[in-house]
């Protein structure tokens, strides 16, 4: 069992930046896929990002490429989200996700360990 833990959320404004952290539990972590997903109100779960158990490769959702930079600490048992240039339609709960993988996924279904959300509010 994974437990996960996000921070680093707030306030900021358009424009902004803002780095999130989520940190693992797991001795394990070095063997965990992990991701960012987000969720607006009304709206469902969304991917944002991906990386490898060894960080060697990552994916991110096309609204974000060249905005947000997702990374590992393995040492640390943490993963982070780089956002910069941060948007209003960027407002949402931001979730870290873990599957016990080497493979990258997407789709929110695909894992099965997740974080209880930080909150990110981008005003304009």
């Known amino acids: 069992q994974v437990r996960l833990v996000e921070s680093g959320g707030g306030l900021v404004q358009a424009g902004g930046s803002l780095r999130l952290s989520c940190a693992a539990s797991?001795?394990?972590?070095?063997?965990?896929?992990m991701a960012w997903f987000r969720q607006a109100p009304g709206k469902e779960r969304e991917f944002v990002a991906t990386?490898?158990?060894?960080?060697?490769?990552?994916d991110y959702a096309d609204s974000v490429k060249g905005r947000f930079t997702i990374s590992r600490d393995n040492a640390k048992n943490t993963v982070y989200l780089q956002m910069n240039s941060l948007k209003p339609e960027d407002t949402a709960v931001y979730y870290c996700?873990?599957?016990?993988?080497?493979?990258?996924?997407?789709?929110?279904?695909?894992?099965?360990?997740w974080g209880q959300g930080t909150q990110v509010t981008v005003s304009s």
């Open positions: 996700a873990a599957r016990f993988t080497n493979t990258i996924y997407s789709s929110p279904s695909q894992y099965n360990h």
């Open positions: 797991s001795r394990t972590f070095s063997m965990y896929a």
């Open positions: 990386i490898t158990p060894s960080g060697g490769t990552t």
